[in-house]
């Protein structure tokens, strides 16, 4: 027989179905002021295990979460793929230009071209959600991209513009994501990026801006969550990231 439970938040009575799931009813209300419960005391759980102190100091931000953890080299198809694609924007023959993966000179994965800001840092903390989506979509270079790119550096539109391209791949990225998101981050300059990737923020990188714009603490909490459950989160400061657990 079912036993009535109440939610934690509204302590109403709880139907058989939310009974289930949890302690919390179906109302959203209840559902965010449970979740901010929960992450409040996992930034002091996160806190207390590091040593560092004042938790309250850290602004909590929920920010998405890809872990890919393995990496490849760019594969011949991939390589013919995306020059492919560049060369649709340039309005190249494709029997034109055709290099080989052997005959690039690949970025050092060592030299990361991310500035450290502190919106750059809470941005890689998820580890490339968004650098995920560019796996299938060529880095989202469009038309526009390169005509900023021939605009702003005075580059002729045709094989230049795809040896600056290739110039920036890494040694190796990481398994069916962006060809440039290696694990030091974006190996693409950020004057050479789609717009997009220079310009979108999810909704945690937004509330940290605001929080940034208003002068408030440099200090976050950034937090990934996946079905529903924290996966893992990021403390960040101006001067250093780390990392729980």
């Not at 079912?2 to 109403?12: N, P, R, V």
């Not at 309005?91 to 919106?119: C, F, N, R």
């Not at 991209?145 to 791949?169: M, Q, Y």
Request: net charge neutral; aromatic share 6%; hydrophobic share 30%.
């Amino acid at each position: 027989m079912h036993t009535s439970k109440e939610c934690q938040i509204c302590h109403q009575a709880l139907t058989m179905h939310e009974s289930y799931a949890g302690n919390v009813c179906s109302n959203w209300r209840c559902k965010d002021e449970a979740l901010q419960q929960e992450l409040v005391s996992f930034r002091k759980k996160a806190c207390t295990d590091l040593g560092c102190d004042h938790p309250s100091q850290y602004h909590i931000i929920v920010i998405p979460e890809k872990s890919i953890r393995q990496t490849e080299q760019v594969t011949e198809t991939q390589l013919a793929d995306f020059v492919a694609h560049l060369k649709s924007l340039l309005g190249i023959k494709v029997l034109e230009y055709s290099p080989s993966v052997l005959s690039i000179s690949h970025t050092q994965e060592a030299a990361s071209t991310i500035p450290t800001s502190t919106l750059t840092k809470i941005c890689a903390a998820c580890e490339g959600y968004c650098c995920h989506h560019g796996g299938s979509r060529h880095a989202f270079i469009q038309q526009a991209t390169i005509n900023r790119i021939t605009d702003e550096h005075s580059i002729e539109p045709g094989p230049e513009i795809i040896a600056l391209f290739l110039s920036h791949l890494s040694a190796t990225h990481y398994v069916n994501s962006c060809v440039y998101h290696s694990r030091q981050g974006c190996s693409l300059p950020p004057e050479f990026r789609a717009n997009i990737c220079n310009q979108y923020e999810c909704k945690g990188l937004q509330q940290a801006s605001e929080k940034l714009a208003g002068n408030d603490s440099q200090r976050f909490f950034a937090v990934s969550r996946r079905d529903n459950q924290i996966v893992k989160a990021n403390f960040i400061d101006q001067d250093k990231t780390r990392h729980y657990p």
